[in-house]
Each structure stands twice: as structure tokens, then as C-alpha cells.
């Protein structure tokens, strides 16, 4: 990182101090300028008042859980990138922390290969998305207008916010609508690293939107199952 370069800041929310001097460590050899907080309280605050680049949030801590306090940031911040770091491997907690507005989930132990390969995917989407130009980003779907800068889905009179997941899993299938993109792509191209994601986490992603789009979700005419080969958008 030349001297010049902005140095991405790093909130670092974790209540281990052998973990959050491993991590400081790391990350500030990494180029990234590293703060840290013992509680999801003193995390959340921080968040708020210091912007900052990356949230690495652990799921246990001593006064709450990493899903409050990521909904609170979520709650003034749909663009502030957030890595789940919690020792928990199972499909319904990550599926969880992805609604509660987690950008990627890292399951402890972890390789710092790993973790840095993470971190540079989450932060090179949030720049891809703050890059994007106005055209395209709002677009129509049957009844409800979708703004893929702001992550909302409107319908009528109502409105409400897409993850950071579900607006790029429905960015990929507006830009090959009309034509199936298999789970293998979405997977490859939406969550970029593999290790983590399933088949099944894109299925799970696509009922969500199904729910927030379609008029019955239960016979959807927009995001269409492709039987043997994925999903296909029909506008």
C-alpha cells in the first residue's frame, strides 16, 4: 500500500484479547488502520461515530449477541461491510447472521489466508457497489420497484431493505434476465469464496426475495427455478 493510499479503517468487535491482538496484528501488517471493542455496546457506538471500513464482529458477547448488534448497525448503515467471526459452523446460524445483515461469516479456526482473502472480497463488492453509476440501479420487477444502490424493494406503499446478498444475487440475475445462471455461478460470483456457501444458502436466498417481490411467493413468475440448471429472472 503506497504512503499516500487511504488506509481502510477496521472495527474489530471481539472480547477475546488474545484473539484481538492476533487480529491487530494481521490486519495492521495487512495496511489497515485497526480499532477494537470488548462488547457489542462500546462495537455498536463505535460503528456509528467512527464509519468505519469493515466490521469484524464476533457472534458471542459478554453483553449481547453479534446478531443485535448488527442489526443496529444495519438500522442507519446498509453499506457498512460486516464479517461474522464466531465459532458456530452450522447452516442456520450463518443463514441467521446473513439476515441480520452479515456481509460474509467466518467460522473460527480459521486460516489467516482465509480471513484476508475474506476481507479483500467483502471490501472490493462494498467498492464495486459505492462505484456503480446511477443507470441500472433502479429497476422494475412485476409490481415492485427495486433501487439496487439503496438496497429497498417497494411495493405499492411499502418498502423495505434488501441484504447486502439478496441485492447482489439480484443484481447478477438483472444482468442475465431471461437466461438460467446455475448455483454454481451465483455462488462463485455473488459470495466469491466457495468454502463457506451451499447450494442450499443460494435456495435460501432466492425464497427470501421470492418473498419480497413476488405477489405469492409460492407460485413466483418472476425468479423462476431452471430444473437442473439454477435460476432465471423474468421481469
Known sequence: MSADEHRKLVLVVEDEPDMVRGLRDVLEFEGYEVLAASTGGEGARLARERSPD????????PDTNGYAVCQDIRSYSRTIPILMLTARGQE?????????????????????????????AVLRRASHRADAGAEGAVITIGAASVDLRKQTVTRGKTSEPLTFYEAELLRLLWERREEPVARDEILDRVWGVQQNPTNRTVDNFVLKLRRKLEEDHSQPRHILTVYGQGYKLVP
Not at 469493515?54 to 458477547?61: K, R
Not at 442456520?92 to 479483500?120: M, N
Open 54 to 61: 469493515l466490521v469484524i464482529l464476533d457472534l458471542m458477547l
Open 92 to 120: 442456520a446460524d450463518k443463514v441467521r447472521g446473513f439476515d441480520a445483515g452479515a456481509d460474509d461469516y467466518v467460522t473460527k479456526p480459521f486460516s489467516i489466508a482465509e480471513l484476508c482473502a475474506r476481507i479483500r
